[in-house]
């Protein structure tokens, strides 16, 4: 089970009943929600209640108000409605926003999933810090074709090194297979210039790829290097209706172009330093693009944001 599915689960859990106002609640939060918070089991419910509110408002920070609003409801953080049950807290915030209850329960399980999604995030985003790679992207420039008969993407880097480096490392994620397969996601990956694989790593039912690269030479400090990396998607295998670059090391400059060809979108739209969690955010508001002349769309950033997501997305009219 991922990092993600893991606090999802945790914070389903938690949501039920009187949320942060349960009793025994530090024995009711999970470890992850524990360690993310600095609380133990042991420790008196109103430090757990306290840190653990803080905690899923912090990982709430750039959601819109409206879902903020959804957060302190569903989890019993809101002062005034905290002593009441799920289901009547969910009745108030579809008072306060006018919707059903339906809809209430529907937005619950959105933010629960945004505040999982936040968490595996920023988690991510301290590790890579902690760990210092001894590199940063002077730029990152994207080539994703639709037109060939699977999906494939080109992605040439332009790093400079902060110390004495040999080798850098690169992740990629699939989603889910639409199958139970437990072969997981497929992927073809090489090196076209620059460096050579020396190991490729899976993890999270196989759908995240982390690629150990040898580069040919040791660099010092400050030296800029070049490589250029090729993925193919094998037939059968999905990709997500959208391509992001999330830099997990400092990134100067990224460039994101997506070859559609013959088939053109129905909707496209530009995805500009947005946290994990609202990647996929159907309600999201997005500046739009469209194709050019050749069956491209292109999308530039500067100064990106560690743990951000940057890029394209787009949605495909129903067969």
Same mark, same amino acid.
């Given at each position: 089970?991922?990092?993600?599915?893991?606090?999802? =689960?945790?914070?389903?859990?938690?949501?039920?009943?009187?949320?942060?106002?349960?009793?025994?609640?530090?024995?009711?939060?999970?470890?992850?929600?524990?360690?993310?918070?600095?609380?133990? #089991?042991?420790?008196?419910?109103?430090?757990?209640?306290?840190?653990?509110?803080?905690?899923?408002?912090?990982?709430?920070?750039?959601?819109?108000?409206?879902?903020?609003?959804?957060?302190?409801?569903?989890?019993?953080?809101?002062?005034?409605?905290?002593?009441?049950?799920?289901?009547?807290?969910? +009745?108030?915030?579809?008072?306060?926003?006018?919707?059903?209850?339906?809809?209430? =329960?529907?937005?619950?399980?959105?933010? %629960?999933?945004?505040?999982? +999604?936040?968490?595996?995030?920023?988690?991510?985003?301290?590790?890579?810090?902690?760990?210092?790679?001894?590199?940063?992207?002077?730029?990152?420039?994207?080539?994703?074709?639709?037109?060939?008969?699977?999906?494939?993407?080109?992605?040439?880097?332009?790093?400079?090194? %902060?110390?004495?480096?040999?080798?850098?490392?690169?992740?990629?994620?699939?989603?889910?297979?639409?199958?139970?397969?437990?072969?997981?996601?497929?992927?073809?990956?090489?090196?076209?210039?620059?460096?050579?694989?020396?190991?490729?790593?899976?993890?999270?039912?196989?759908?995240?790829?982390?690629?150990?690269?040898?580069?040919?030479?040791?660099?010092?400090?400050?030296?800029?290097?070049?490589?250029?990396?090729?993925?193919?998607? +094998?037939?059968?295998? =999905?990709?997500?209706?959208?391509?992001?670059?999330?830099?997990?090391? #400092?990134?100067?400059?990224?460039?994101?172009?997506?070859?559609?060809?013959?088939?053109?979108? +129905?909707?496209?739209?530009?995805?500009?330093?947005?946290?994990?969690?609202?990647?996929?955010? #159907?309600?999201?508001?997005?500046? =739009?693009?469209?194709?050019?002349?050749?069956?491209?769309?292109?999308?530039?950033?500067?100064?990106?944001?560690?743990?951000?997501?940057?890029?394209?997305?787009?949605?495909?009219?129903?067969?």
């Amino acid at each position: 089970m991922s990092l993600q599915d893991e606090l999802h =689960r945790e914070l389903v859990d938690l949501r039920r009943r009187r949320g942060l106002l349960s009793a025994s609640l530090g024995r009711l939060v999970g470890p992850r929600l524990h360690e993310l918070s600095g609380t133990t #089991p042991t420790d008196p419910d109103r430090v757990v209640r306290e840190r653990v509110g803080q905690t899923l408002l912090s990982l709430a920070r750039d959601l819109p108000a409206d879902l903020v609003r959804v957060v302190e409801l569903t989890y019993a953080i809101d002062a005034e409605h905290a002593y009441a049950d799920l289901t009547t807290r969910q +009745a108030q915030l579809g008072r306060e926003q006018r919707y059903e209850l339906r809809t209430a =329960r529907r937005r619950s399980e959105q933010v %629960t999933e945004l505040l999982a +999604a936040a968490a595996e995030a920023d988690w991510a985003t301290r590790l890579a810090g902690d760990l210092d790679s001894g590199w940063r992207v002077r730029s990152l420039e994207a080539l994703l074709r639709l037109d060939t008969p699977t999906p494939e993407l080109y992605e040439v880097r332009t790093i400079v090194a %902060t110390r004495d480096l040999d080798e850098i490392v690169v992740r990629l994620d699939l989603p889910r297979p639409d199958t139970d397969s437990s072969d997981g996601a497929d992927l073809v990956i090489d090196v076209l210039y620059g460096a050579r694989i020396r190991s490729v790593r899976r993890g999270n039912g196989n759908r995240h790829f982390e690629v150990r690269l040898a580069l040919p030479e040791t660099l010092s400090a400050d030296r800029n290097h070049k490589l250029c990396m090729h993925f193919r998607v +094998a037939p059968g295998q =999905r990709i997500r209706d959208r391509y992001v670059i999330t830099p997990l090391d #400092p990134c100067d400059y990224g460039l994101v172009r997506v070859r559609f060809a013959g088939r053109e979108p +129905a909707a496209l739209w530009r995805i500009d330093g947005l946290p994990q969690g609202l990647l996929d955010d #159907p309600d999201r508001r997005h500046d =739009r693009l469209s194709v050019d002349g050749a069956g491209d769309v292109v999308a530039e950033f500067r100064r990106l944001r560690q743990g951000r997501g940057y890029g394209v997305g787009w949605r495909f009219a129903q067969p």
